[in-house]
């Protein structure tokens, strides 16, 4: 399996920016499609983004669409969450995580296979 570790994470002030990356190790990673996923206090988890191993689909949460943006870069195993307009509710742990369905930019947690640790996104208001 693919080992995934994120970075990028910290405090920043409600309508700022952020950029998460997700290093992917291990098995190829163009064989896998990639999201993110976020878990807030006391929330359940939510999918927040994904996108298919090539790039041509791209998935997001309705509380983060025109807001958030995933990419990918198959040449680095690097896969990236830009987040712009930062509110307070985007406070949350992100995890990068790996699904098997490589063409499908899946929406469906149970599809993840594989999980980074995750990286903290602390939004003042």
């Known amino acids: 399996q693919v080992q995934l570790v994120e970075s990028g994470g910290g405090l920043v002030q409600a309508g700022d920016s952020l950029r998460l990356s997700c290093a992917a190790s291990?098995?190829?990673?163009?064989?896998?499609?990639m999201g993110w996923v976020r878990h807030a206090p006391k929330k359940a988890r939510e999918f927040v983004a994904a996108?298919?191993?090539?790039?041509?689909?791209?998935n997001y949460a309705d509380s983060v669409k025109g807001r958030f943006t995933i990419s990918r870069d198959n040449a680095k195993n690097q896969v990236y969450l830009q987040m712009t307009s930062l509110k307070s509710e985007d406070t949350a742990v992100y995890y990068c995580?790996?699904?098997?369905?490589?063409?499908?930019?899946?929406?469906?947690?149970?599809?993840?296979?594989?999980w980074g640790q995750g990286t903290q996104v602390t939004v003042s208001a």
């Open positions: 995580a790996a699904s098997g369905l490589k063409w499908t930019a899946s929406t469906q947690m149970v599809d993840f296979i594989s």
């Open positions: 996108i298919n191993w090539s790039g041509s689909s791209i």
């Open positions: 291990g098995r190829t990673f163009s064989s896998y499609a």
